[in-house]
């Protein structure tokens, strides 16, 4: 009888372990629309001439989603055109996860600093955004 009751309960524990999506971390201190700041420096592309190594947009998280708006212009090393585009999202530890579709990896983010009003994020090794409120 005592296996019986077992079972259920393994299953019950697996059911809500830290893998489980109940798990994903949505911090609400990130809710909200924060001004986004992309800067890369020149050094790291010195075969590039004439391109600006700035861009500005907007990250909008809200608990199950963010979008991310890009401000490109010509002449701008991230992107040439105003882009928008819609992900989920998470946070493990020090690092920003964005999810393209369920189960498909998109960008990840480490979050090199956080405050109340400022996060700064970082792409591979030369990519930084800063987010404020």
């Known amino acids: 009888m005592k296996k019986l009751l077992i079972v259920p309960l393994l299953a019950?524990?697996?059911c809500t372990s830290p893998s489980s999506e109940n798990a994903i971390k949505r911090p609400s201190e990130w809710y909200g629309n924060w001004r986004a700041e992309w800067e890369t420096p020149?050094?790291?592309y010195p075969e590039v001439q004439?391109?600006?190594?700035?861009?500005?947009?907007?990250?909008?998280?809200?608990e199950d989603s963010l979008t991310k708006t890009v401000n490109g212009y010509p002449g701008?090393?991230?992107?040439?055109?105003?882009?928008?585009?819609a992900q989920t999202w998470y946070v493990s530890g020090?690092?920003?996860?964005?999810?393209?579709?369920?189960?498909?990896?998109?960008?990840?983010?480490?979050?090199?600093?956080?405050?109340?009003?400022?996060i700064k994020l970082q792409l591979m090794d030369d990519i930084f955004v800063t987010l404020s409120k």
């Not at 991230?78 to 882009?83: G, K, N, P, R, S």
């Open 12 to 14: 019950f524990i697996a």
């Open 42 to 44: 020149p050094e790291s």
């Open 50 to 62: 004439d391109m600006e190594f700035y861009m500005t947009g907007v990250f909008a998280f809200t």
């Open 76 to 85: 701008c090393i991230f992107a040439v055109d105003t882009l928008s585009h």
């Open 94 to 118: 020090d690092t920003l996860f964005l999810m393209n579709e369920p189960g498909s990896q998109g960008m990840t983010y480490r979050i090199a600093s956080k405050s109340e009003d400022q």
